[in-house]
């Protein structure tokens, strides 16, 4: 069993910063591809951006060049660091570690 928790979000104004943190727990082992997903009101559940174990990344076109994941290995932690928000980025965001999903933290962005 893999527990999965994420950490770091709430309220803030267009153009601010977030950094989120995503720690998994358990029955695991060299971790290879964690990742971040969002998913807004009424819209369907979409892929932000993911990290191999190797430090390959990945990005939705919609954040790429604002928001950077990163990890340690060490820690089996995946973090997003959330830059220039949008409105738009308004979202619960998930981590996913392998088939597992962490609960969500709710990112608000808003004046």
């Known amino acids: 069993q893999v527990q999965v928790v994420e950490s770091g979000g709430g309220l803030v104004q267009p153009g601010g910063s977030l950094r989120l943190a995503c720690t998994a727990s358990?029955?695991?082992?060299?971790?290879?591809?964690m990742a971040w997903y969002r998913q807004a009101p009424g819209k369907q559940r979409e892929l932000v951006a993911s990290?191999?174990?190797?430090?390959?990344?990945n990005y939705s076109d919609s954040v790429k060049g604002r928001f950077t994941v990163s990890r340690d290995n060490a820690k089996d932690t995946v973090y997003l660091q959330l830059s220039s928000l949008k409105p738009e980025d308004t979202a619960v965001y998930y981590c996913?570690?392998?088939?597992?999903w962490g609960q969500g933290t709710q990112v608000t962005v808003s004046s």
């Open positions: 358990g029955s695991i082992y060299r971790i290879n591809n």
């Open positions: 990290i191999t174990r190797g430090g390959t990344t």
């Open positions: 996913k570690v392998i088939d597992y």
